[in-house]
């Protein structure tokens, strides 16, 4: 069984959502044979790379609200991931482009290691306030989760995977994906939003369901 999730590096609402779903494949009796797919999707593929911005103001200009309300969202945030066990620290993070950040998720999984390459990215993005759009980062990264060095640092300097990008943003319009974070269950089931455990695993159990009855 497989689950394609778009998702964005720059996204609170994905980690929130990647750690709710991960409850619910906790649960779910035969998660050894489900295959996570990790998708890439651009909240803004026109960002900038700007380490002098904080979030807070990139918010306030881009939705024309004033910084209090923006930083007052940004609790907000905080508050609903703090829930499920995660730490932001959103007045640090850096607006950062994820073009970059994706290719990397892209050649993580040709290790195998997608899933800890999007977990890295977002501790990084989220909690630990470091520029995921800057290469030595990424490489450090990918050190992290036991990636060899030289070979990120090759691809980044390159237009590697930079296709398989493009092509996850062109596929997410081709199944209507309006927003992320964005599960697909056996290109089925589709749940959208950072949904509750028990939706995600009401939607597993049925793609199984019928996974069975096909045997």
């Known amino acids: 069984m497989k689950v394609e999730i778009w998702s964005d590096v720059m996204c609170p609402f994905c980690y929130i959502g990647k750690r709710k779903f991960e409850k619910a494949l906790e649960q779910f009796p035969r998660k050894d044979e489900v295959e996570i797919v990790w998708k890439s999707f651009q909240l803004d593929p026109n960002l900038k790379t700007d380490a002098k911005t904080t979030i807070n103001q990139m918010l306030a200009?881009?939705?024309?609200?004033?910084?209090?309300?923006?930083?007052?969202?940004?609790?907000?945030?905080?508050?609903?991931?703090?829930?499920?066990?995660?730490?932001?620290n959103l007045n640090e993070a850096i607006v950062a482009n994820s073009f970059d950040a994706?290719?990397?998720s892209h050649l993580a999984k040709k290790h195998h290691?997608?899933?800890?390459?999007?977990?890295?990215?977002?501790?990084?993005?989220?909690?630990?306030?470091?520029n995921t759009a800057d290469h030595?980062?990424?490489?450090?990264?990918?050190?992290?989760?036991?990636m060899d060095a030289s070979e990120i640092k090759q691809m980044?300097?390159?237009?590697?995977?930079?296709?398989e990008v493009r092509n996850d943003l062109q596929e997410a319009q081709q199944v209507?994906?309006?927003?992320?974070?964005f599960f697909l269950i056996n290109r089925k089931y589709a749940?959208?939003?950072?949904?509750?455990?028990s939706t995600f695993l009401e939607s597993l159990n049925k793609a199984w369901e019928e996974v069975e009855n096909k045997i």
């Open 102 to 104: 994706h290719r990397f």
């Open 61 to 88: 200009d881009k939705k024309g609200w004033s910084l209090e309300y923006a930083q007052e969202m940004n609790n907000h945030v905080s508050k609903i991931a703090k829930a499920v066990g995660l730490d932001y």
């Open 136 to 146: 030595n980062t990424i490489i450090q990264l990918g050190v992290d989760i036991g």
């Open 156 to 163: 980044l300097e390159s237009n590697e995977y930079a296709d």
């Open 176 to 181: 209507g994906v309006r927003g992320v974070p």
């Open 113 to 130: 290691l997608q899933n800890e390459a999007e977990e890295r990215l977002f501790k990084a993005y989220f909690t630990e306030g470091k």
């Open 191 to 197: 749940i959208s939003g950072a949904q509750e455990s």
